[in-house]
């Protein structure tokens, strides 16, 4: 990802958010922490930025077999 000024972007800028949430074991404490990035999908428009959709899913257990 590069960060560019809005002047420069040819296309839609679609709004987005971070998702965040702790999961916790059964007695309460915390067990690990969730982040998804969500981008308001509804806002594109076909034909112009429709086909440009880009989501990238990878399980921590892959990256640590791939770091050892």
């Given at each position: 990802?590069?960060?560019?000024k809005r002047s420069l972007v040819?296309?839609?800028?679609?709004?987005?958010?971070?998702?965040?949430?702790?999961?916790?074991?059964?007695?309460?404490?915390?067990?690990?922490?969730?982040?998804?990035?969500?981008?308001?999908?509804?806002?594109?428009?076909?034909?112009?930025?429709?086909?440009e959709t880009y989501a990238p899913?990878?399980?921590?257990?892959?990256v640590r077999m791939l770091l050892?």
């Amino acid at each position: 990802w590069k960060i560019v000024k809005r002047s420069l972007v040819k296309g839609n800028i679609l709004p987005s958010t971070w998702a965040l949430k702790r999961k916790r074991y059964p007695d309460g404490r915390i067990r690990k922490y969730k982040a998804r990035f969500c981008v308001r999908g509804d806002k594109q428009k076909f034909g112009f930025d429709y086909e440009e959709t880009y989501a990238p899913v990878v399980q921590w257990s892959t990256v640590r077999m791939l770091l050892t």
